[in-house]
């Protein structure tokens, strides 16, 4: 079963920006739609964007146009692209595919915003 790995999260002020970078174990999501999840404290896990293999994308209305997924096929590799951050941002972000694979998920990385 494929494994998700996230990185490059961390503190950062309101208005601020960060690029998230999920790495995947298989080599073979090509034909996978790929997504971001997030889940603040206390909350539920929710979507937040993805991005299919012929580049087709979908984002959650809370991080339209602030936010960019993309995704490198050759590294295996899915970004998030984050700008204009708010404190409402603040979560653990995690990356599988949509609809996810419950067996598939990293430990996410934290993004807290704050000043």
């Known amino acids: 079963q494929v494994q998700f790995v996230e990185s490059g999260g961390g503190v950062v002020q309101p208005g601020g920006s960060l690029t998230l970078a999920c790495a995947a174990s298989?080599?073979?999501?090509?034909?996978?739609?790929m997504a971001w999840y997030r889940q603040a404290p206390g909350k539920q896990r929710e979507f937040v964007a993805h991005?299919?293999?012929?580049?087709?994308?979908v984002y959650a209305d809370s991080v339209k146009g602030r936010f960019t997924i993309s995704r490198d096929n050759a590294k295996n590799t899915v970004y998030l692209q984050m700008t204009a951050l708010t404190s409402e941002d603040t979560a653990v972000y995690y990356c599988?595919?949509?609809?996810?694979?419950?067996?598939?998920w990293g430990q996410g990385t934290q993004v807290t915003v704050s000043s």
């Open positions: 991005r299919s293999s012929a580049g087709t994308t």
């Open positions: 599988n595919s949509r609809p996810a694979s419950e067996g598939s």
């Open positions: 298989r080599r073979d999501l090509r034909f996978v739609v």
